[in-house]
């Protein structure tokens, strides 16, 4: 079989993505606000059902983008997610990200309290002051803690990123998170993961600075 390659150059790659992203989209229309952040989420897992599993609550992408403006900080429930957050674009609004899965007292917490590692880094997260934006692409448990948090009235994230990949959990945690009342982006079912979040948190970002911080 003969292949025949695209002659793109390396600073063209993601924009010869994108272009391929709509001529597959044939087409489809999204909706103009969301559109940015649902062709960057199929562009990190070059999946299209994305398209119809996102699902946003009212009004969320510009509750999400004056948080950001506000200086919210995100957290993320794995290391990976963290490490694919643009952070330069972030810290020029005056947020941070963070991920305490790795803490010392997250794992004595879990450990003393019988929880995941996930709800007790969720429950160092809940401490902390400002606003945040909780980006969850592995742990339903996280999702889970922050529904409980949320219904007690203990926190009001500024947006909930509800995006893990798996089967135990991870379908009715996500569905817990679109009955509360606080800004979510949840994609439905059983597919997501930490890239997928990032991708989330990047497209938010770059929707305010498409300089990228550069």
């Given at each position: 079989?003969?292949?025949t ?5 390396p600073?063209?790659i993601e924009?010869?993505s994108f272009?391929?992203?709509e001529?597959?989209?044939?087409g489809?229309?999204?909706p103009a ?8 989420v199929?562009?990190t897992s ?12 009212d ?11 506000k200086g ?12 694919g957050i ?7 609004y005056?947020?941070?990200a963070?991920c305490?899965m ?5 794992a004595?917490?879990a ?12 429950d160092k ?5 400002g606003l945040?934006i909780f980006a969850?692409g592995?742990a339903?448990t996280?999702?889970v803690?922050?529904?409980e948090?949320?219904?007690?009235g203990?926190?009001?994230?500024a ?7 798996g089967?135990v959990n ?7 998170i679109?009955e ?8 439905r079912?059983?597919k ?5 979040a990032?991708?989330?948190c990047?497209a ?6 498409e300089t990228?911080?550069m």
């Open positions: 079989m003969k292949v390659l695209e002659n793109v150059l600073g063209d924009k010869r272009e391929i992203i001529e597959e989209l044939k489809r229309k999204l606000d969301k559109a940015p952040l649902i062709k960057r199929i562009h070059a999946d299209f059902e994305y398209a119809d599993t996102l699902c946003f609550s009004g969320v992408m510009e509750q999400a983008l004056e948080a950001i403006r919210a900080s995100i957290v993320t429930d794995t290391r990976m997610g963290y490490s643009n952070k330069r674009v972030l810290e020029k005056g947020g941070q963070y305490f790795g803490d010392g007292d997250v004595e917490a450990k003393k309290n019988g929880t995941t590692r996930a709800v007790a880094a969720i997260a809940a401490a902390m002051e945040l969850v592995n339903p996280a999702l803690r922050l529904y948090l949320i219904t007690e203990k926190l009001s994230p947006l909930i990123i509800g995006v893990p990949v089967f991870v379908v009715q945690s996500k569905e817990l679109m509360t009342k606080v800004p979510y982006i949840v994609a079912g059983r997501g993961g930490s890239n997928v990032a991708a989330i990047n938010l970002l770059y929707m305010l600075d990228r911080g």
